[in-house]
């Protein structure tokens, strides 16, 4: 079994930052990606950023170039810095992780980011 606990979202005027956490705990070895989800109001829940157990990172085509996703040495922290901001990222974001590529097993329990602008 794995944890993810997220914080650090908020409220932030356009243009602004913020970085999101999440903390992984339980049996962290098993897991092979982990990733940022979000959800806006109304809207299906669509995959940000991912980053892979070897480094690799990819991104929605709404956020390159903006947002960075990251992870610590130990593997236990994973970031998602958010530049240049735009009231269309607003929505609940969300910490996941596979242990099998493509199935995303574990979830955290969200955190609100909210753009104004």
């Known amino acids: 079994q794995v944890r993810l606990v997220e914080s650090g979202g908020g409220l932030v005027t356009a243009g602004g930052s913020l970085r999101l956490s999440c903390v992984a705990s339980g049996d962290i070895g098993s897991l092979v990606t982990m990733g940022w989800y979000r959800q806006a109001l109304g809207k299906e829940r669509e995959l940000v950023a991912q980053?892979?157990?070897?480094?690799?990172?990819t991104y929605a085509d709404s956020v390159k170039g903006r947002f960075t996703v990251s992870r610590d040495n130990a593997k236990t922290t994973m970031y998602l810095q958010m530049n240049s901001l735009k009231p269309e990222d607003t929505a609940v974001y969300y910490c996941a992780a596979c242990i099998v590529v493509g199935h995303w097993d574990y979830w955290g329990q969200g955190t609100q980011v909210t753009v104004s602008s």
């Open positions: 980053i892979t157990s070897d480094g690799t990172t």
